[in-house]
């Protein structure tokens, strides 16, 4: 990993690979039977493209016809060597680090293609719908499954959980998924979100954090092409 600038992971990038319904009480508020989907073998992977990355200073934007926008905090894991079919036990090797990320989802649109039986890419991957934080170097946050991540909307606590609740490890997680898809240097996986997700709306300020080693604060904006 060395002669590698992973602060600047945002430009290594090639992709964000993301787990959806990793956290019991979030499976739970978005109406699944916790218990069912708890139990299941495999995690949920969806993809969001590179051009949803946002940094300190740039908005969240309303994607055009969005009217309930929602923000998910998840512990991003930043890929430090290329991963292809790495073992559970050797896969903590191939993390940089991480950093804190929200998840921006417009819900109405993904129940909508839920219904429909339609992909997420639009309601998940729009511009702007990975807002990302600092780089936490990989010995900075020695256990990453007993973190705080926690998220405010204006100054107001809405999700307040811990990575000691994640279904499915670090590890566990990048050998899953670096069975499928070959994972590069600056790569990002969402590890999922706990229960909290609620609705902004434009002008809101969304503040993020992992613990206090990432933290981010970013305003909403609503999209001008449309309302
Ligand atoms: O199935 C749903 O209603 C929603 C699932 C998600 O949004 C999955 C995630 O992105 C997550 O759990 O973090
Ligand atoms: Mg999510």
């Known amino acids: 990993m060395a002669g590698r600038n992973f602060e600047k992971f945002v430009d290594l990038a090639s992709k964000i690979v993301a787990v959806g319904k990793n956290y019991a009480d979030h499976i739970k508020e978005m109406g699944y039977a916790a218990a069912t989907a708890a139990t299941k073998a495999e995690p949920v992977i969806f993809m969001k493209p590179t051009s949803a990355f946002i940094t300190q200073g740039q908005k969240i934007v309303f994607p055009p016809g969005c009217k309930n926008l929602h ?80 998220c405010k909307v204006n100054g107001k606590l809405r999700q307040d959980g811990t990575t000691k609740d994640m279904i499915f490890s670090v590890p566990y997680l990048i050998s899953y998924i670096s069975r499928y898809i070959t994972l590069f240097p600056g790569d990002v996986i969402l590890t999922g979100t706990p229960a909290g997700v609620s609705a902004v709306v434009a002008g809101d300020v969304i503040e993020a954090g992992v613990g206090d080693l990432s933290q981010i604060s970013f305003e909403v904006a609503r999209n001008d092409e449309q309302q």
């Not at 090797?93 to 998840?103: F, I, N, P």
């Not at 991957?125 to 991540?149: K, W």
């Open 71 to 150: 923000h998910e905090v998840e512990l991003g894991i930043v890929i430090g060597k290329q991963a292809r079919r790495v073992p559970e036990n050797e896969a903590m090797q191939y993390v940089a680090g991480y950093t804190v990320a929200l998840d921006m989802t417009a819900r109405d649109q993904q129940e909508k293609a839920k219904k429909e039986g339609l992909p997420w890419t639009l309601p998940k991957g729009f511009d702007t719908s990975c807002p990302v934080g600092p780089f936490i170097r990989a010995d900075q946050l020695v256990d990453p499954h007993n973190v705080q991540i926690w």
